[in-house]
């Protein structure tokens, strides 16, 4: 448990970014840069607030800080993810509904677009660039939005959930509604 805690303490003094892990199911980022304890207080406060206002599919997009807490007054990098798979959730205890793999797919590719875009939203803002990484796929997002790496991840999403992006969050209203014993 010791170890543990110095452990923990150690990452949240690092002066390097923390690493992107490679999930298939969630979309990680990371600042590229530090951002000032300003900036990153305005931004986790508008990922809370977007999260409140367009319920993510799977779980909500929290932003946290390393190299010290929000409201520090120091710079420290941004990390955080979406986690884009539903898969199966329980409506009640003891029962289970599996979701239909070609509605998580469609649902999977509209909350990655939403978080692509709040990435490019904060890049615009606050002067900072992202890095983005699903399972192996990597990309950056940038001011101007999604790199060439970061467009093949979104092209990939895409043609596994068979939607454009107008589509996919079009869908989403119904599929909310078809699935809203998971909330």
């Known amino acids: 448990m010791r170890s543990a805690v110095l452990l923990l303490a150690a990452a949240a003094c690092t002066s390097r970014p923390p690493a992107l892990h490679d999930d298939p199911q969630a979309l990680a980022y990371r600042s590229r840069s530090k951002v000032t304890d300003t900036a990153a207080r305005h931004i ?55 979701v239909d793999p070609k509605d998580d797919a469609l649902m999977a590719y509209a909350d990655a677009l939403f978080t692509v875009q709040q990435l490019k939203e904060w890049a615009q803002r606050y002067q900072v660039s992202w890095e983005i990484q699903l399972g192996r796929a990597k990309g950056r997002v940038e001011a101007s939005g999604a790199d060439a790496s970061a467009q093949k991840l979104l092209e990939e999403l895409s043609r596994k959930a068979g939607a454009g992006a107008e589509q996919a969050e079009a869908q989403r209203r119904r599929l909310d509604q078809k699935y809203r014993d998971r909330r």
Not at 74 to 94: S, V
């Open 44 to 98: 986790a406060a508008e990922a809370v607030g977007d999260a409140r206002r367009r319920p993510a599919w799977s779980e909500p997009n929290h932003v946290h800080a390393a190299d010290g807490p929000l409201g520090d007054g120091n710079d420290k990098y941004l990390f955080g993810e979406a986690r884009l798979y539903l898969g199966e959730y329980e409506t009640e205890p003891g029962r289970f509904r599996e």
